[in-house]
């Protein structure tokens, strides 16, 4: 059963939401009980800070204004995906280590935020000096936090100075803690977290969005390309996890290739997916790398094409089946013919993203691409 709440003070536009919602259910009727809350105190605990509003399962889909009939209708078809965190993009999380690499992801994320109008959240995590140790706040290592705060600030500041790229709108740089409660402004905020990267990384993104990370390039083998954090966390994070090569520069994604197999086929990781395309007017390409004799991909694409019906009709999804047996190769093959800018992998078990990185770094195919990876983990990145 669906919760759908109006909020508002009882003026006009509190009841022509009301109207609206109302004709909207009769066109598209779900099993859910409407309920209006106009108290001043329930409002502001509800998190809304622009009444009229419209929530559904907990979730502000509308605020500010009186959406339509047919919008509200939309809003009500599209539910399960409202609580998709690639779909709804408010808040991007950074990890930084003050390293070029770094610096770049930082960039990136700026203009994706700034696309999206979300928040940005830049940490820095501190672990070189425990050496094995269980990690403590206290003492030195509270006494050296502001010097890394301080550093992190200018490490920021300068990268947005010394290039084109500007932080989104209004958006103000805050330390943690230092965001005003209430504010809809979009913020930039630094923070210092003490502890293991992985572990540290995985906790915190329970509250993000979308996870933007560097990669390391042609260090230690275990670090090329993906570094050995961004692997772990790519594997375990509770958000999407876009990995952002060195080389790699925001130009939007005009050709999105989503790697496909036969565990993939989630209706709403689908329909998050095309959403997200849609913001760069991105064409989708629904790829399949398979054995020769392999049955199965005509009832994939079937599936596909039913699921899809979300698409713009000016732009059909491309759908292909490549046969090889290095699934790597084969996607940068397609991918370079194809012009791709992003790579998108949906997992349903992680030990698929765990191989295929395994590939990647024995084969040393991925090296040289300067294509950034989506991971969507379909098992936690809705909530």
């Not at 994070?237 to 496909?260: D, E, M, R, T, W």
């Not at 899809?308 to 089946?321: G, H, I, Q």
């Not at 078990?349 to 195919?365: A, V």
């Not at 294509?371 to 983990?377: D, F, G, K, R």
Request: proline share 4%; hydrophobic share 40%.
């Amino acid at each position: 059963m669906t919760t759908i709440q109006i909020f508002g003070t009882g003026d006009a536009k509190m009841h022509a939401l009301r109207k609206n919602l109302s004709l909207a259910l009769a066109q598209y009727p779900i099993q859910g009980k409407v309920e209006e809350i106009s108290e001043y105190n329930q409002i502001y605990a509800s998190g809304v800070t622009d009444p009229p509003a419209l929530m559904l399962d907990g979730e502000i889909v509308s605020e500010g204004t009186v959406p339509s009939v047919d919008e509200i209708e939309s809003l009500l078809r599209n539910r399960n995906l409202l609580r998709s965190k690639l779909y709804r993009l408010r808040r991007i999380m950074v990890p930084v280590d003050l390293s070029p690499a770094s610096e770049n992801a930082l960039l990136y994320a700026c203009q994706l935020a700034h696309l999206f109008d979300a928040n940005m959240e830049v940490i820095y995590v501190m672990d070189s000096i425990f050496e094995g140790a269980k990690p403590s706040t206290s003492g030195f290592l509270s006494s050296y936090r502001k010097t890394m705060q301080d550093e992190v600030d200018a490490f920021v500041r300068k990268a947005t100075k010394d290039s084109d790229v500007t932080c989104p709108g209004s958006m103000s740089m805050q330390r943690d803690g230092e965001i005003e409660p209430g504010t809809n402004r979009p913020w930039l905020r630094t923070n210092i977290a003490f502890g293991f990267p992985e572990e540290v990384l995985q906790a915190m993104s329970q509250k993000a969005d979308l996870l933007v990370m560097g990669t390391t390039g042609r260090g230690n083998i275990t670090r090329k390309l993906f570094g050995s954090v961004s692997i772990a966390v790519s594997k375990t994070a509770n958000c999407p996890v876009l990995l952002v090569p060195p080389q790699a520069q925001y130009k939007g994604f005009h050709n999105i290739l989503y790697a496909s197999n036969f565990e993939s086929l989630d209706p709403l990781t689908i329909k998050q997916t095309v959403a997200f395309a849609r913001r760069f007017n991105g064409q989708l390409h629904f790829v399949h790398v398979g054995q020769a004799a392999e049955t199965g991909t005509e009832l994939e694409k079937r599936l596909f094409e039913i699921n899809y019906v979300y698409a713009d009709a000016n732009m059909p999804f491309l759908f292909k089946k490549i046969v090889g047996d290095d699934i790597v190769e084969c996607l940068h093959e397609y991918a370079f013919e194809q012009r791709i800018g992003l790579f998108v992998f949906v997992t349903h078990q992680r030990s698929f993203w765990e191989d295929l990185l395994h590939h990647s770094i024995s084969k040393d195919m991925l090296l040289h691409t300067s294509t950034p990876v989506l991971i969507i983990h379909s098992e936690s990145d809705v909530g």
